[in-house]
């Protein structure tokens, strides 16, 4: 007799099966009446459940997540199959047919269900009836099955997305723990051994110069390791016959190149093999989707599984982990309207790499070139390098990074370009100025026809925390600040931007005022270095410090500068004055706002002559938010001076930078004189969204541009610069301070006032 119910096992009767007491206990009729009802009443066995409920497509209750189907393919499952179908599980269902079987066999998806409703599933992770029902006449499943597999698949993509998120915040509270304590620590260094009393420094930290000189001192050394190296490679070249014998036997320890150490120290063969393994993660990073990558439902962004990440690329433990707390990774592709090779000779000439990314990169120096390549091609170039991050507000400090870049060549038409932050060369330097660090980021670049190129931009940073004003955090944090999203668009901009300015059949309507292309060309030079004066000014770069003043509600920061020899500003002491703020409008909407010629009085009060028209309108993009102009007053009045004008607008931030110009220099601007030495000081605003990503109350047929209000608000800065004396060796006194702090918080009040939105 076979008894299969985990009630009446005989293990645990305590029973032996060959004994003849329990053959005669199991085969008297009063037990079989007695277990009757305990059969009826008992639980169901797991396999009879499963068996039972093969409809949901492998798991669980209606009413709560089921298993994964494609997951219920586990070694248990299997052997009991594998005894079923050999005949060796079940004596009693191959002797008596006439009894029931154990269990059923349930329904496992194959590998092509799964591949088609995958592919579903990208496109529309919510099927409505319709498509259940067409998919499952297509695959031969039933309704239910469907409808249960999205759901589970939903599930699992929504634990993923938990865990990431998960994993940062316990990475953000473990910071603000370190914070704190390093707080602590400060407190009780700040205060007198003897006494007790707190000492009478400003602050714990370096200063700002001390940082410029720190990384000026960093350059420098860079400069001194290239000429001893090559003063070592000169004496070996230009040896006498008779020193040759030294020559070669000091080679190991001269200025030979396979073993020449440069700057910090670095061996080259060392560095060589951590860009190529960072390269290969680098590629890996970009082609890979699921599951290391998951497509975010609501923002349609990709999100990294980044215990995905840790399994994939492996971390060694750094003794300085605990210093890196916030792990910001994005991804994002776009088209970008250059060629390939001269989008690559851009990303390896350090002047063109911040001339494209002007609003992101504030400072960019090239300290070594470790390894030169192919002098052609470019082609396995190695450069030791830093830059300093900006973002168009000195309330958001910089980000200053040390790192690796290289460049290969994959293909006849796809490049790589990797940037990578190398541990030897943060150990070598004062740790107050290593704020950031570069796991493999870069960009692929995939050559497409009529001029066009691909890029893919990976970028995956980590970074510690410093204090973000709370108008900021949103996007700071959330990883929009200085995403692959922010870098892409930028790119595109300035590469539309290049395009547009080096064009040779412009249409009419895009160069009105302007009849020579010569002209076009210098007054396009021109607004290029007023918009990047305007960055320049409204970012907290290291070397600026401000110094803040209360008006009303509103914080300005204002500082003082010298300037002697730029030709391209005036000579004098210069006054800066700058806010940042948030408003309850749209981005678009206050753009378009600022830049509408008609409503202009609206907020600049240094229109003296009333009403303006625009005489020059240059076009620079696709987006007709992208252009230069020159305004002149309506009135009969001849005004010996113009305002210059440039817009520039992206998928991400705004930016509208004018400064009043002399109309005679000007004039000769537009005929195609060099525009170098024209004197600009910028003013203008910096528009960014505020990382509140706000979903419609209201469902409209409207076109975005149309929607205005419901896309979330702006965070708004305002830069305004004006000559204060005009000798460098002045002092700046109370009444320029006033003037310039003034500009800002009038002009802020009459946006306030014209957009209806004031306190």
């Known amino acids: 007799m076979y008894i299969n119910h985990p009630l009446l096992q005989f293990s645990h009767l305590g029973m032996d099966a060959n004994d003849p007491q329990t053959k005669d206990f199991f085969a008297s009729p009063a037990l079989s009446l007695s277990l009757a009802g305990v059969f009826r009443n008992a639980p169901k066995p797991r396999e009879e459940l499963e068996a039972g409920d093969e409809g949901t497509g492998g798991g669980g209750y209606e009413g709560e997540p089921a298993e994964i189907s494609s997951e219920n393919t586990g070694p248990r499952y299997q052997s009991d199959e594998a005894e079923v179908a050999n005949g060796s599980g079940d004596e009693d269902a191959i002797d008596g047919g006439n009894k029931k079987k154990r269990k059923k066999n349930y329904h496992r998806h194959t590998t092509e269900q799964i591949r088609v409703m995958e592919a579903l599933f990208k496109e529309s992770p919510h099927p409505d009836e319709k498509q259940r029902q067409q998919l499952s006449r297509q695959l031969g499943l039933s309704a239910r ?8 698949r939903r599930t699992q993509i929504k634990a993923i997305q938990e865990r990431h998120e998960n994993s940062l915040l316990k990475s953000e509270l473990e910071k603000l723990q370190e914070e704190n304590r390093a707080m602590r620590e400060a407190i009780n260094k700040a205060c007198c051994p003897s006494c007790g009393l707190a000492t009478t420094s400003k602050d714990g930290g370096v200063t700002t110069e001390e940082q410029q000189l720190r990384i000026e001192n960093a350059s420098l050394r860079a400069e001194i390791e290239k000429l001893r190296g090559i003063q070592g490679k000169t004496a070996q070249g230009t040896a006498s016959p008779s020193s040759s014998c030294s020559v070669v036997s000091n080679n190991k320890t001269s200025g030979a190149p396979e073993n020449y150490k440069g700057l910090f120290g670095l061996d080259k063969s060392r560095i060589l093999e951590i860009a190529e393994t960072a390269m290969d993660e680098l590629i890996k990073m970009a082609s890979s989707g699921e599951p290391l990558w998951v497509r975010s439902i609501e923002t349609g962004r990709d999100i990294l599984n980044y215990d995905e990440y840790l399994r994939e690329f492996p971390r060694g433990t750094r003794k300085d ?8 990774a994005s991804r994002e592709s776009g088209v970008v309207f250059l060629e390939m090779n001269h989008l690559v000779q851009a990303f390896l000439d350090v002047k063109q790499w911040k001339s494209l990314l002007p609003s992101m990169v504030a400072k960019a120096i090239t300290l070594d070139v470790i390894h030169a390549g192919d002098s052609e091609t470019k082609d396995g170039i190695v450069q030791l390098m830093f830059a300093e991050l900006q973002m168009l507000t000195p309330l958001v400090p910089t980000r200053e990074l040390y790192f690796i870049r290289y460049s290969k060549k994959l293909s006849a038409e796809k490049w790589a370009i990797l940037d990578v932050s190398v541990d030897k060369i943060e150990q070598s330097i004062d740790t107050s100025l ?5 796991n493999p980021s870069g960009c692929i670049i995939e050559d497409q026809a009529n001029g066009h190129c691909k890029v893919t931009w990976v970028e995956h940073t980590e970074w510690q925390k410093r204090t973000i004003p709370a108008m900021y955090r949103s996007v700071v944090l959330g990883g929009q600040a200085f995403g692959a999203r922010h870098w892409m668009a930028t790119l595109q901009q300035q590469c539309e931007r290049i395009v547009f300015c080096m064009a040779t059949n412009v249409p009419t309507k895009d160069s009105n005022g302007i009849s020579t292309l010569a002209g076009r060309k210098s007054m396009l030079k021109l607004a290029d270095r007023l918009t990047t004066g305007f960055f320049s000014c409204v970012s907290s770069y290291h070397h600026r410090s401000w110094q803040k003043l209360s008006k009303g509600n509103e914080e300005i920061r204002f500082m003082s500068r010298k300037n002697v020899n730029e030709l391209g500003e005036p000579q004098g002491l210069i006054a800066c004055a700058v806010l940042s703020t948030a408003l309850p409008i749209s981005p678009l909407t206050l753009f378009e706002f600022l830049r509408d010629e008609s409503r202009r009085c609206d907020w600049d009060i240094m229109l003296s002559g009333g009403p303006t028209q625009t005489i020059v309108s240059l076009a620079k993009g696709q987006d007709r938010g ?9 009135s009969q009045d001849k005004s010996n001076r113009l305002i210059l004008q440039d817009s520039s607008t992206n998928s991400y931030e705004s930016a509208i930078a004018f400064a009043q110009v002399e109309a005679d220099s000007l004039q000769s601007v537009m005929t195609g004189c060099d525009s170098s030495s024209v004197p600009v000081l910028a003013s203008g605003f910096a528009i960014l969204p505020d990382g509140l990503e706000s979903k419609p109350i209201v469902i409209t047929t409207r076109n975005k541009d149309e929607k205005g209000g419901m896309e979330g608000g702006s965070l708004l800065t305002i830069g305004f610069q004006i000559l204060a004396n005009p000798s460098p060796t002045a002092n700046l006194t109370a009444e320029k301070i006033e003037a310039v702090t003034s500009l800002v918080s009038c002009t ?5 006032k014209a957009m209806q939105c004031e306190d």
């Not at 982990?321 to 910001?328: I, T």
């Not at 290593?434 to 570069?438: A, Q, S, T």
Request: charged share 25%; aromatic share 12%; with cysteine.
């Open 321 to 328: 982990c605990l210093l890196w707390k916030a792990v910001e």
């Open 145 to 152: 099955q469907v409808k249960f597999w999205f759901q589970n």
């Open 748 to 752: 802020l009040h009459n946006i306030k």
């Open 626 to 634: 992208n252009c230069a102009t020159v305004h002149a007053p309506k």
């Open 434 to 438: 290593v704020k950031c660090r570069k």
